[in-house]
């Protein structure tokens, strides 16, 4: 369950960064933790989401919106099929299985990737460059939902270098996804900052509040099919991201209206019938294309992953349609 706890700014504290005082509190794993609740907006001084450079006053009332997870205990490895596409001493890259979750998060305690790699690599053999245990070898993410290819960093320097390419945009990272609706233009580009809904606090929206962060995404089309009466047709693009913001690809796409086949959260203006879900159980979303610069060699290292057999059977059953 989620809780809130408010504490009130002392003088002792007038000035300080509001992320340095969140991780003071003891609330949080570690100031990356702390930094992270900041930019979801589940950190909010008199009411408001700041920044994380945010500097407090005395008197401030500073809110922060927790999860109460499980007592948290080591973390073991648990022997979970890993398709390793690539590894040596310092990097890993796999093709993630839908439904597996990153790491460990509020009711998913154990059963996800960090568990599988603990299990593979052991924990001494993974970076952890998050400060966090239970984020050992994780650089970026991908939904539990979301399947495809992702970086893995086995050294800390490896870690911290893919980590500094990420956020120089030097990492090339696209995926497929079936929208609904017919996109006409041949490709676009999204610019639009996304934060943590006010209407739902799982969810992220495209906002202009003090914690929206720049996000930027490309799409390109690959594929249109008409509707058939049941729907309105869908267009299968191929999205790049620029950022790497929560549940991106998902949210620009609802933010045009052609949200993501099959997605849960993010379906509000697509067509309401289950039918023209095309029997999905998890969003059309697959990461299947990834290009980046060893890390410690300087190697161009580039990878692509085919459709899975649930993501494939969809395509299949529209390919009739195409236009």
Not at 65 to 91: N, Q
Not at 174 to 185: D, E, M, N, T
């Amino acid at each position: 369950m989620g809780r809130s706890v408010c504490n009130v700014v002392g003088r002792e504290d007038a000035g300080v960064r509001v992320d340095a005082f969140c991780a003071g509190l003891g609330l949080y794993a570690s100031r990356s933790a702390a930094v992270r609740a900041i930019e979801d907006g589940m950190v909010l001084v008199n009411g408001d989401a700041v920044q994380k450079r945010c500097a407090l006053k005395a008197g401030d009332a500073v809110v922060c919106e927790l999860f109460d997870d499980a007592v948290r205990t080591p973390l073991t490895g648990e022997p979970i099929p890993l398709d390793v596409r690539y590894e040596d001493d310092d990097i890993v890259v796999i093709s993630k299985q839908a439904g597996l979750i990153c790491h460990p998060a509020n009711e998913h305690r154990d059963g996800t990737l960090v568990n599988a790699l603990i299990h593979r690599y052991g924990a001494d053999g993974l970076c952890n460059v998050q400060g966090e245990a239970d984020r050992l070898g994780i650089v970026h993410r991908l939904d539990g939902d979301t399947s495809g290819l992702m970086m893995v960093a086995r050294t800390d320097l490896a870690g911290q270098l893919l980590m500094d390419a990420i956020g120089r945009k030097e990492v090339d990272r696209r995926y497929l996804a079936l929208v609904h609706g017919v996109i006409r233009p041949d490709t676009g580009l999204i610019d639009a900052p996304i934060e943590r809904s006010r209407a739902a606090r799982t969810r992220m929206a495209v906002g202009d509040g003090p914690s929206a962060r720049d996000a930027i995404t490309t799409f390109a089309v690959l594929d249109r099919f008409e509707g058939d009466g049941a729907d309105d047709g869908y267009t299968l693009v191929e999205c790049k991201l620029y950022t790497g913001r929560t549940h991106q690809i998902r949210v620009h796409m609802q933010y045009i209206k052609h949200p993501i086949v099959g997605d849960p959260a993010y379906n509000a203006h697509g067509p309401k019938d289950a039918r023209a879900q095309l029997g999905l159980a998890r969003q059309f979303l697959h990461s299947y294309k990834l290009g980046f610069g060893h890390p410690l060699t300087g190697e161009e290292m580039s990878f692509e992953d085919g459709l899975p057999g649930d993501l494939a059977g969809a395509l299949e059953s529209i390919a009739a349609r195409k236009a």
